[in-house]
């Protein structure tokens, strides 16, 4: 119901970098688990990253050139993304998970191609 925003997703080369957004309200952002979600074209839905206990980790897959992160005061997690492969093409989409219910960004396309 549009409680989540999501933002930076585009097309990039091989290599090149791309950083992801997510924002929610202040009362649910506060106290969820969150990460991002991707799912490649004809795949089901992955895990790449989440936090943990305010500790990052991450797929196998990204390990290594993903990293997420937040910024409690501004509401907002994201999702920065180095040296990008065409595999890394999906749509991405965050997550809070609270006490209060699961919630889901809209999804923003993120491609790598020549």
């Known amino acids: 119901q549009g409680q989540v925003r999501e933002s930076g997703g585009g097309s990039v080369q091989p290599g090149g970098s791309l950083r992801l957004s997510c924002t929610i309200s202040?009362?649910?952002?506060?106290?969820?688990?969150m990460g991002w979600y991707r799912q490649p074209p004809g795949k089901e839905r992955e895990l790449a990253a989440i936090?943990?206990?305010?500790?990052?980790e991450y797929s196998e897959a990204v390990n290594g050139r993903f990293a997420i992160s937040r910024d409690n005061a501004e509401n907002t997690m994201y999702l920065q993304m180095d040296n990008l492969k065409p595999e890394d093409t999906a749509v991405y989409y965050c997550?809070?998970?609270?006490?209060?219910?699961?919630?889901w960004g809209q999804g923003i396309q993120v491609t790598v191609s020549s």
């Open positions: 997550n809070f998970h609270s006490i209060f219910g699961n919630y």
């Open positions: 936090i943990r206990a305010g500790s990052p």
């Open positions: 202040r009362s649910i952002f506060s106290g969820s688990l």
